[in-house]
C-alpha cells in the first residue's frame, strides 16, 4: 500500500515537472492572423505584405479552382495540379499553410518530388492512389478510373523539386559521366533520358 502511494506521488511529481516541457513542445502561432497578401509588394521572411483590410475582398474563397482543374490526359505524366499556394490565394498569406488538387488520368502520375518547405498530407477524394514513399512523393493512379485528391501542406509556400527533371533537365546540367557512375548505366542510357527533359515538364 505504502509503495503504490509512493509511485503515484512519483508519477504526479513527473507529470508536474515535465508538463512546462510539452506545452514548449507545440507548434509556434502565425505571426499574424488576418493579412491577406498584396501581390504587387515585394515578399519578405513572413510572407508577402498585407493588404489594408478595408481592400480585403473574396481573397479567402477559392471555389472556382475547387472542380477538376483541367485535363489530366493532356500531358505526358497523365496528371494536372491546380496549386492553391498563396499567389494564387491570397488570403492564407502568413497562415502557414496552403493545398492543391492533383487530378489523375488512369495511370497518371505525379512525377517524384519533395516540397523542401512543407510536410504534405493528402486525401485521395475519388479513385485509387498508390504512394509508398514518406519523403519522396510518387503518387500513382492504380484504378481504371480518373482519380483525385487534396493535398494540404503547412506552408503557404510548400515549393516543389521534381527529382527526374533535377537529375536530368536541370541547368547546369549535371555531367553525363557523374549519372553513369551514380546510376550505373551507359552513358547513352542517360543521354536518352537527359533528352526527355530538356523541355522541363
Not at 55 to 62: Q, T, V
Request: net charge neutral.
Amino acid at each position: 500500500m505504502e509503495r503504490s502511494k509512493t509511485l503515484a506521488a512519483l508519477f504526479i511529481h513527473t507529470l508536474v515537472l515535465v508538463s512546462p516541457l510539452l506545452v514548449m513542445a507545440t507548434d509556434p502561432d502565425p505571426l499574424q492572423d488576418f493579412c491577406v497578401a498584396d501581390l504587387n509588394g515585394v515578399p519578405s521572411v513572413n510572407g508577402y505584405p498585407c493588404k489594408p483590410p478595408s481592400s480585403a475582398g473574396d481573397e479567402f474563397l477559392f471555389s472556382s479552382r475547387a472542380t477538376m482543374g483541367g485535363d489530366p490526359t493532356s500531358n505526358p505524366n497523365g496528371s494536372n495540379v491546380t496549386e492553391l499556394d498563396v499567389t494564387h490565394w491570397p488570403g492564407v498569406n502568413t497562415l502557414g499553410m496552403s493545398m492543391n488538387r492533383v487530378d489523375f488520368a488512369p495511370g497518371g502520375t505525379n512525377p517524384p518530388h519533395i516540397h523542401p518547405r512543407a510536410t504534405e498530407v493528402g486525401l485521395v477524394t475519388r479513385g485509387e492512389r498508390h504512394h509508398r514513399q514518406p519523403r519522396i512523393r510518387e503518387p500513382f493512379n492504380i484504378g481504371k478510373e480518373e482519380a483525385s485528391m487534396v493535398v494540404s501542406f503547412n506552408s503557404q509556400n510548400p515549393g516543389i523539386v521534381f527529382v527526374p527533371l533535377t537529375m536530368f533537365g536541370s541547368s547546369p546540367p549535371i555531367p553525363t559521366p557523374v549519372l553513369v557512375k551514380a546510376l550505373r548505366v551507359d552513358a547513352q542510357v542517360v543521354d536518352l533520358i537527359k533528352s526527355k527533359f530538356t523541355g522541363g515538364y
